[in-house]
């Protein structure tokens, strides 16, 4: 499976998103969606997996939880929107991958992309993509993508998507 994650695009999708994400099985946002539009579109592309953030409103936390658990090729996958950073993880979520640990945890919220293995936690795979919209104080906007098939991940990808504020042709905000 090809797996894309992205984060806090805040209403805005740059159309290059769905030119990288065109490949992939599935496609995990980690909140702050912004907009339904946003997963709308992602949708168009495949099988889309979200949690809500703290600036999605009620359109969006009634349908996306604040915590999803769920399984990919044999590796338990924990998303949720604001997760720290290891080994400081957000109280909200620290009991949780300390008593249950997947084999990789996902979370957005800071802007900042981070990929590492926490040697704590069983070695679990760590993920913030950064952030794919134009709100925040990120410079560079950024996604992810990777293959996982039978517990192995493979070809992980940081796509650089440019500048925050650099609003490409034909881009839509929604």
Request: charged content about 20%.
């Amino acid at each position: 499976m090809k797996i894309g994650v992205l984060s806090d695009t805040h209403g805005y999708l740059d159309p290059k998103v769905i030119t990288y994400f065109n490949p992939c099985d599935e496609i995990w946002h980690a909140g702050d969606i912004g907009s339904l539009d946003i997963i709308e579109a992602l949708q168009a592309v495949c099988t889309v997996r979200a949690v809500s953030g703290n600036i999605d409103d009620r359109t969006i936390s009634t349908v996306f939880p604040d915590i999803q658990r769920f399984t990919v090729e044999g590796l338990t996958v924990c998303m949720t929107h604001i997760g720290g950073t290891p080994p400081h993880y957000n109280p909200k979520i620290r009991k949780q991958l300390h008593d249950n640990t997947p084999d990789i945890f996902v979370c957005g919220h800071s802007h900042i992309l981070k990929i590492m293995r926490d040697q704590k936690l069983n070695n679990m795979l760590f993920i913030n993509p950064g952030a794919a919209g134009n709100h925040g104080f990120h410079a560079i906007r950024t996604i992810i993508r990777f293959d996982v098939l039978a517990k192995q991940i493979t070809n992980m990808e940081v796509i650089d998507l440019g500048k925050r504020g650099a609003l490409p042709s034909g881009t839509q905000t929604y």
